[in-house]
């Protein structure tokens, strides 16, 4: 599974962004996709996930309410829709795959795109 990450930039506190990751290669109903992000120096942190096959999400904390994740099965794309970003949302965003089973910890995942970086203004 290849992924290509795309859709970063630099916006202002309260603004909305769109992250784009396509995948290309074999993925199936078990793949879990995944959106994480990295503050320099931080660990790599949960954001968001998705089970491909159906409508199980899952969100971290701080994004909840404001983040969405979703698909689009005909372009084999996965989408992380931010509204109402915030400065602390500043870090580098990467999508990631788990062939089965889901996971908040960035180790579990198998395949990473390169990642895209958001910086929101305050």
């Known amino acids: 599974v290849q992924l290509q990450a795309s859709g970063g930039g630099l916006v202002q506190a309260g603004d909305s962004l769109r992250l784009s990751c396509a995948a290309s290669?074999?993925?199936?109903?078990?793949?879990?996709m995944g959106w994480f992000r990295q503050d320099p120096g931080k660990e790599r942190e949960f954001v968001a996930a998705?089970?491909?096959?159906?409508?199980?999400?899952y969100y971290a904390d701080p994004v909840k309410g404001r983040f969405t994740i979703l698909r689009d099965n005909a372009k084999n794309t996965v989408y992380l829709q931010m509204n109402s970003l915030k400065p602390e949302d500043t870090a580098v965003y990467y999508c990631a795959a788990k062939m089965s089973g889901s996971s908040f910890n960035y180790y579990d995942y198998d395949y990473w795109g390169q990642g895209t970086l958001v910086t929101v203004s305050s």
């Open positions: 290669g074999r993925t199936f109903s078990s793949t879990v």
């Open positions: 998705l089970h491909w096959s159906g409508c199980i999400t």
